[in-house]
């Protein structure tokens, strides 16, 4: 199974801050990686799906970026409401699917 | 707009079984492949049907225990959950395939399954 291991696993960060999360999968997965945002009590939310492509709906602070093992979800400027718990989600093993363990953005 | 509702989760003890619901609205839902997904802590996926049902595939840790199912008349996605166990014990969400079975684009709130003795 490929494993995804995503950090910092938490981050303390100030609105307005660019934040920076890494998920590494533990083999070269393409660019079938995706990104979702949930916050407490509600369900997940897709933000960026193929590593790079933004979903509709999802602003433009939003960017991942990455190839292979390593990619990255940046916030460009952090607001109030996307201080929650994200999580990176492989689909190179189609249909098999597995997440990461997930990084809390919190407020500093 | 896109929705769905769980429901059929609750407190279960080990070795019995329960059958979960999502009711699907806001789209054509015959033409959607759709996923159960669980989080205890973190996420984990479950399983996967493809819009006309012909297509299935589990999990290791639910295969031969867990049936995935729907109808699309009254679209309604389905979960029969057999021989339960405690580590089965989550938040089951539903979610819409985005395309070819890789992304989730729309999540249900969750129901939640225990169980327990």
Redesign the interface.
């Known amino acids: 199974d490929i494993q995804m291991t995503q950090s910092p696993s938490s981050v303390s960060a100030s609105a307005g801050d660019r934040v920076t999360i890494t998920c590494r999968a533990s083999q070269g997965i393409g660019r ?1 990686l ?1 990104w ?1 945002q949930q916050k407490p009590g ?5 933000l960026i ?2 590593a790079s492509s933004l ?1 509709s709906g999802v602003p433009s602070r939003f960017s991942g970026s990455g190839s292979g093992t390593d990619f990255t979800l940046t916030i460009s400027s952090l607001q109030p409401e996307d201080f929650a718990t994200y ?1 990176c ?1 492989q ?1 190179n093993s ?9 990084t809390k953005v919190e407020i500093k | 707009q896109v929705q769905l509702v769980e429901s059929g989760g609750g407190v279960v003890q080990p070795g019995r079984s329960l059958r979960l619901s999502c009711a699907a609205s806001g789209f054509t839902f015959s033409t959607y492949g759709m996923h159960w997904v669980r989080q205890a802590q973190g996420l984990e996926w479950v399983a996967i049907i493809r819009s006309d049902g012909s297509n299935i595939n589990y999990a290791d840790s639910v295969k031969g225990r867990f049936t995935i199912s729907r109808d699309n008349s009254k679209n309604t996605l389905y979960l029969e959950m057999n021989s339960l166990r405690v580590e089965d014990t989550a938040v089951y969400y539903c979610a819409r395939d985005l395309g070819k079975g890789r992304w989730l684009d729309y999540w249900g709130q969750g129901t939640l399954v225990t169980v327990s003795s």
Do not use: H, I, S
């Open positions: 079938w995706a979702y509600k369900a997940p939310k897709l799906y193929a979903q999580y989600q689909a189609f249909p098999r699917l597995t997440f990461g363990g997930g």
